[in-house]
């Protein structure tokens, strides 16, 4: 028995794996291409029911996926955007519900307006992950991104919080105002409280106790569930604790991680993220047959009539709140005319248009009890309106941005020449450092002598790059064309590097470390790329 759950589970990953493979041919992003696989896989006859567990994806998937969000959000960018961030992360979330509740029950015959801000609170919150995998490869200007990326850290907890409330609501038939604006703050606050005392205790923990790279990268792998376990068992937000507690670990990370464990760890969660990524969007797709079986009082096309209506609102109130966002405060305050440049028309638009569902709404509904009237209903609702925004405005988005022809409207340093700067500042560093320091060893010590030749060297060749990138018109042609001619460079040291090992006259231990060094130098020009 436990033979063939294996196979079957050996079997699922490999068709995923190969499923990813095809969508990255054809040149449609992952989420996109999984949850329409699925789709066509669920309609195959004999294929058996998959359905996802809400507390799987509440409690398994959603704290590592919103720790590593977290852990590689820029929070100098993040905090620069905090207003915007915020706004859209909790008004629009809490005004969508509302919204959301009056024209769900005035158009589904016995919703009621509890139930309907429970579909809105379900509905609100767009997927961090899709949108990230969908614009990750196109061009779009750093704050859009950041603003969307920092939207999807927040808006599960605010939308999350706001289910539990009119869930409560429907169940029990109460709802206080006052008390749920002091409940919210409470949940929120002592969550965000929560995830950075754990955080700030794990990361004494790895400062003091002597470890190595193996353990560490378990820890991080630990902390997002003690941090989200902690957060629920006291009925805080669970999501606000992750949060709050990766953005301050990746923060002073430098302080607790070795570089053995930076490099292990983020190849490890790399590709533990891309897998459960993976498995819960075609999973989405799967979870079709089981959706339809459970419509009992209302008829298929009346469910996809409920559901274009509420999406179409849905994307309304988005489009008019991110217009009404950037352009207000302008219009109201003058001091916002007079110190800030004009918004751009399509930032918002964008912003507007990459709001995709996903997995955290489909759980959300998959969450209501099963005994509470309409919640067929619901759920169909939220798996079209997934369906429609997921796969709709997914695969429209890049023919979008192509038209738009966005360009950044922030004057930034070109990543090169910041890059470039930094390094002249290492190495003046390293060099004022040998000089200060072992000036005495230098005549004696040819390899310390030679390192100081080196970076003086490396010094020179920085000034003439600073010199390539100010006044080259030309520059990016040429640095990538640079960047072929290294890894060209490389291509043939590690074919040669094999035929070295070939000649069985050095260690294999000697040879691997070579061949690592290849790899790392290969990776400061490519990056790493998932």
């Not at 490999?14 to 992952?30: E, H, N, R, T």
């Not at 190595?212 to 991080?220: F, G, L, V």
């Not at 042609?477 to 040669?496: H, P, S, T, W």
Request: glycine share 6%.
């Amino acid at each position: 028995m436990i033979q063939t759950y294996v196979l079957i589970a050996i079997a699922v990953a490999f068709s995923v794996m190969m499923l990813v493979l095809i969508g990255q041919k054809l040149k449609v992003a992952y989420p996109i291409f999984l949850v329409i696989a699925g789709l066509i896989i669920s309609f195959i006859p004999g294929m058996p029911a998959f359905q996802i567990h809400p507390d799987i994806v509440f409690l398994i998937f959603l704290p590592p996926i919103l720790f590593e969000a977290a852990w590689f959000t820029s929070w100098k960018d993040f905090w620069k955007h905090r207003k915007q961030i915020s706004s859209m992360a909790f008004g629009l979330v809490f005004l969508t519900s509302l919204i959301i509740a009056y024209v769900s029950s005035s158009i589904i015959p016995g919703l009621t307006l509890a139930m309907g801000f429970l579909l809105g609170g379900v509905n609100s919150p767009p997927d961090a992950v899709a949108a990230t995998s969908i614009l990750k490869h196109l061009k779009i200007p750093q704050k859009t991104t950041t603003v969307l990326e920092g939207e999807s850290l927040l808006n599960d907890a605010s939308s999350l919080i706001v289910f539990k409330f009119a869930l409560a609501a429907v169940i029990t038939g109460n709802f206080v105002f006052k008390e749920a604006i002091g409940d919210f703050f409470v949940m929120a606050i002592m969550g965000i409280a929560i995830g950075l005392a754990i955080g700030y205790l794990f990361s004494a923990l790895l400062r003091i106790i002597p470890s190595n790279s193996n353990i560490d990268t378990i820890i991080t792998l630990i902390v997002p569930y003690i941090m989200y376990i902690t957060a629920e068992h006291f009925h805080f937000s669970g999501v606000l604790a992750v949060v709050a507690g990766g953005l301050m670990m990746s923060y002073h990370s430098h302080c607790f991680l070795s570089h053995t464990t930076r490099l292990q760890a983020g190849s490890v969660w790399s590709t533990l993220i891309f897998a459960i990524n993976a498995f819960v969007f075609i999973l989405i797709g799967l979870e079709l047959p089981i959706v339809i079986a459970g419509m009992k009082d209302y008829s298929i096309a009346d469910g996809i009539k409920y559901a274009v209506i509420i999406g179409a609102a849905m994307i309304a109130i988005r489009l008019i709140y991110s217009y009404a966002l950037a352009y207000l405060p302008r219009f109201c305050f003058k001091k916002i005319r007079l110190s800030k440049p004009k918004p751009n028309w399509k930032e918002p638009f964008v912003i507007s248009f990459a709001a995709m569902r996903g997995v955290v709404s489909l759980a959300a509904a998959l969450s209501i009890p099963l005994e509470m009237p309409h919640r067929d209903i619901i759920l169909f609702v939220t798996f079209v309106i997934i369906l429609i925004t997921l796969v709709g405005q997914g695969l429209l988005l890049p023919t979008v941005l192509k038209w738009l022809k966005m360009e950044d409207s922030e004057k930034r340093i070109p990543h090169e020449k910041q890059e470039a700067i930094i390094q002249q500042k290492l190495k003046q560093v390293a060099l004022e450092k040998i000089n200060n320091d072992y000036s005495g060893e230098l005549t004696e010590n040819s390899l310390i002598r030679h390192q100081k030749t080196r970076l003086e060297s490396e010094l020179e060749l920085l000034t003439d790059k600073f010199s390539c990138i100010d006044h080259s018109e030309h520059f990016q042609l040429a640095a990538a064309r640079n960047r072929e001619v290294i890894r060209d460079i490389i291509k043939l040291q590690r074919k040669e590097l094999h035929q070295i090992r070939k000649e069985k006259k050095y260690d294999d231990a000697v040879l691997r470390n070579l061949e690592m060094q290849l790899d790392f130098d290969e990776t400061k020009i490519t990056g790493l790329q998932h």
